[in-house]
């Protein structure tokens, strides 16, 4: 399949969350995310308020991130997380499950936790996205993880936080695609440097691009 550069740039979360980032970073970020027609730019919470100003009347949307990269916080705090970063403009958040719940194979604490959030996104008209990070689980718990969201529907299921061990890979982009049901999306992200990485999670299924290499990967079509 060919995708236009159009197309490309619609499925782009233009990504900074390093722990450095600066006021001036996010502004760049913003900037090039309204001038290529990014989807969103992925930001840390505390960058939220001035993203959606900066943002408005582009049609780029704010997302940001929760519980982010560990997933270690209870759903209740998960849950506040997200509830205050709606408050603050967010329109999409992407939440870490409870990776050490998930090689337990505590599924039921999975669902109830994916049930719980995506409540907050369906009471605020958010979009949500649940990160497995992927480089810690096996094939079959990152299908039983999909098998999950494919009963609760969040809107998208992503591979990866960009913060661990390792990032997107296209096997893993298959898997979730062919396990989390036909209302579930497929978010690719971490490590997606260049065109053809990023053109490879389009073919796996993915429709979503987390990425901090956006202008590189538009620059190489």
């Not at 550069?5 to 760049?28: P, R, S, W, Y």
């Not at 061990?165 to 296209?170: E, S």
């Not at 298959?174 to 989390?180: H, P, T």
Request: net charge negative; proline share 1%.
């Amino acid at each position: 399949m060919e995708w236009t550069k159009q197309e490309v740039a619609g499925m782009i979360d233009h990504t900074n969350l390093k722990a450095f980032a600066t006021e001036a970073d996010i502004e760049k970020l913003c900037g090039e995310a309204a001038a290529n027609g990014f989807k969103s730019v992925c930001v840390n919470p505390v960058f939220v308020k001035k993203c959606r100003e900066a943002l408005k009347g582009s049609g780029v949307l704010t997302c940001t991130v929760i519980s982010f990269p560990l997933g270690q916080n209870t759903i209740a705090e998960k849950v506040s997380e997200a509830k205050a970063a709606v408050a603050d403009g967010c329109q999409e958040f992407d939440y870490v499950l409870n990776v050490g719940k998930m090689k337990e194979h505590d599924y039921a604490y999975i669902e109830e936790e994916m049930k719980a959030l995506t409540a907050v996104a369906r009471e605020t008209g958010s979009t949500i996205k649940v990160i497995f990070e992927t480089c810690y689980l096996t094939d079959e718990e990152i299908a039983e993880a999909a098998k999950i969201a494919s009963r609760v529907k969040p809107d998208f299921i992503k591979t990866s936080t960009g913060f661990g061990t390792g990032g997107a890979t296209a096997a893993h982009v298959a898997i979730m695609k062919q396990n989390g049901g036909t209302d579930v999306q497929v978010k690719a992200s971490g490590g997606i440097r260049s065109w053809e990485e990023a053109k490879a999670m389009l073919e796996a299924g993915a429709t979503r691009l987390g990425v901090s290499a956006g202008m590189k990967i538009i620059a190489e079509m």
